[in-house]
């Protein structure tokens, strides 16, 4: 059973940081490219960060160039989306997504990932 657990979100006051983790299990995904979406209250779920296994490719939305960063450690598979400058319109569940294939630049539909986490509340207080 192919499963995706993130964890690592919380309370932060804007400014702060967080990192999150998603670990997966059930084979590896050393063909996929791995996204973080977020979605917050009343809102579609929108694209954050996407790499592909190798960590040689990686694509973030404009919203969070600068702020964020995504890593990967495929011997734990896992990846990290690493959030500095935390700003309360970033307040949102943040989900771990996994997508058969190694291009990261067509990666942020939504609809295009077969594989999703559960997601991690993420809250930044102004």
């Known amino acids: 059973q192919v499963q995706l657990v993130e964890s690592g979100g919380g309370l932060v006051e804007a400014g702060g940081s967080l990192r999150l983790s998603c670990v997966g299990s059930g084979r590896t995904f050393s063909m996929h490219v791995m996204g973080w979406f977020r979605q917050a209250p009343g809102k579609e779920r929108e694209f954050v960060a996407a790499i592909n296994w190798n960590g040689d490719s990686r694509d973030l939305t404009d919203s969070v160039k600068g702020r964020f960063t995504i890593s990967r450690d495929s011997a734990k598979n896992t990846i990290y989306l690493q959030m500095n400058s935390l700003k309360p319109e970033d307040t949102a569940v943040y989900y771990c997504?996994?997508?058969?294939?190694?291009?990261?630049?067509?990666?942020?539909?939504?609809?295009?990932?077969?594989?999703w986490g559960q997601g991690t509340q993420v809250t930044v207080s102004s």
């Open positions: 997504a996994a997508r058969p294939t190694q291009n990261v630049m067509t990666s942020r539909r939504a609809a295009a990932y077969a594989e």
